[in-house]
């Protein structure tokens, strides 16, 4: 089971990047997927979390800049991410789990993929 995550580079802030994250070896299909950052010297966060219908969950930091979304066709999910601002500047991870329900909590995704840097410049 892979999970390949793209899509990253450097912006300016209040530019945008789209991540990808596509998913191969199984399905996952009914399965939650997210996104995860880290920055330097900081922990893993929760960035946002999308369920197998498509419902969905943003932290506060993201909300009404970053909206995650998915093709099950392709078994990919997706991270449109506007308003970049420097503080989002991290290695942007995403990982899915056993079971549909969305919840926050890294410890609770089983696969992770790669990782994908993300740089915005002020």
């Known amino acids: 089971v892979q999970l390949q995550a793209s899509g990253g580079g450097l912006v300016q802030a209040g530019g945008s990047l789209r991540l990808s994250c596509a998913a191969s070896g199984r399905t996952f299909s009914r399965s939650a997927m997210a996104w995860f950052r880290q920055a330097p010297g900081k922990e893993r966060e929760f960035v946002a979390a999308?369920?197998?219908?498509?419902?969905?969950v943003d932290a506060d930091s993201v909300k009404g800049r970053f909206t995650i979304s998915r093709d099950n066709t392709k078994n990919t999910v997706y991270l449109q991410m506007n308003s970049l601002k420097p503080e989002d500047t991290a290695v942007y991870y995403c990982a899915a789990k056993e079971g549909g329900v969305v919840v926050t909590a890294a410890r609770l995704y089983g696969y992770w993929g790669q990782g994908t840097q993300v740089t915005v410049s002020s």
């Open positions: 999308i369920n197998w219908s498509g419902s969905t």
